[in-house]
């Protein structure tokens, strides 16, 4: 997908590689070589510049291009969380299934509502999918921070640096200078530890509130036919998922303030820790 620099779809450039106009100048080339002149190559050119100059203001091209976009985006976040689930350890991938039996229920029991509370179903389907793919980067990040509290021993590193205090004023100059950025990196190591840790609670903590608010979804959606019953009680319940969703974010921010490791001091298992999908 060709974009500008600021990521809108670039129009002129989309219409030049689609799939039709390249198939017309190559039979434009093809019938100037099988009939020896130069005229269809000519004619060609004409056309292209035509098509060109109208083709990419066209709006229904646009709305074309648009959802080539879209679907574009959709597969590459698919991508991205199927890796991630790829990821997780077995216990937390079978935590995202029973999440999942939750909203296959939750869309079988709104599938059964009459024509006119069809527009809540599609409602509760963006919601549900955009909830099911903020589990798998929350499930994701607590995988890595506890993979990184398993391989961190803080009490060590508070013995190192109670060490490299005492023994500072009877070190030599030059060895003095050296201790005290040792200090100073092991002071941030357990402070890192410690935020990590925080982090860890905060999205347990998340995960467990999206499930309960799946879960609630899911045994109100099995009671409720009437569409004014229903347009009553999604209106509460929508409001909930998009608080979850929203506290999904602020946890996220967290990690871009706060990165949990740095190179001087990474102790994940694969030379990296990721702090966020």
């Known amino acids: ?11 002129l450039k989309e219409a030049f590689h689609w799939q039709y106009n390249k198939i017309g100048l190559i039979g434009a080339v093809a019938f100037a070589v099988v009939s020896g002149s130069a005229l269809p190559l000519l004619l060609g050119a004409g056309l292209e510049l035509m098509y060109l100059s109208t083709i990419p203001g066209n709006s229904r091209f646009q709305r074309l291009v ?23 350890p077995p216990e937390m991938r079978a935590r995202y299934a029973n999440l999942d039996t939750v ?24 919601k549900l999918e955009g909830l099911s793919q903020s589990y798998i980067r929350l499930l994701n990040s607590a995988y890595q921070h506890r993979e990184y509290l398993k391989v961190t021993n803080p009490d060590q590193i508070k013995k190192e640096l109670a060490a490299l205090e005492k023994n500072l004023e ?23 530890y410690e935020k990590v840790k925080e982090n860890c609670q905060v999205i347990d903590a998340q995960c467990a ?15 409720m036919h009437d569409p004014q019953q229903i347009s009553e009680h999604l ?18 921010a967290i990690f871009d303030m706060s990165p949990l490791a740095t190179a001087e001091f990474d102790q994940s298992p694969t030379g990296r820790l990721r702090t966020r999908s």
């Open 103 to 126: 909203c296959r229920g939750i869309r079988q029991n709104y599938t059964r509502l009459t024509s006119t509370s069809q527009m809540f179903v599609d409602q509760m389907e963006s």
């Open 170 to 192: 009877t070190d030599p100059p030059k060895v003095q200078d050296i201790n005290r950025k040792r200090i100073e990196i092991l002071h941030k190591r357990v402070e890192k």
């Open 1 to 11: 997908m060709a974009e500008d620099k600021d990521g809108s779809p670039n129009y």
């Open 66 to 88: 648009r959802s080539w976009k879209f679907d574009e985006d959709k597969r590459a976040r698919e991508k991205s969380l199927s890796a991630l689930f790829y990821e997780l």
């Open 209 to 223: 509130a999206i499930e309960d608010v799946l879960q609630l979804i899911r045994d109100q959606s099995v009671t």
């Open 235 to 252: 209106d509460t319940l929508v409001k909930d998922v998009e608080q979850t969703e929203e506290t999904v974010r602020e946890v996220e």
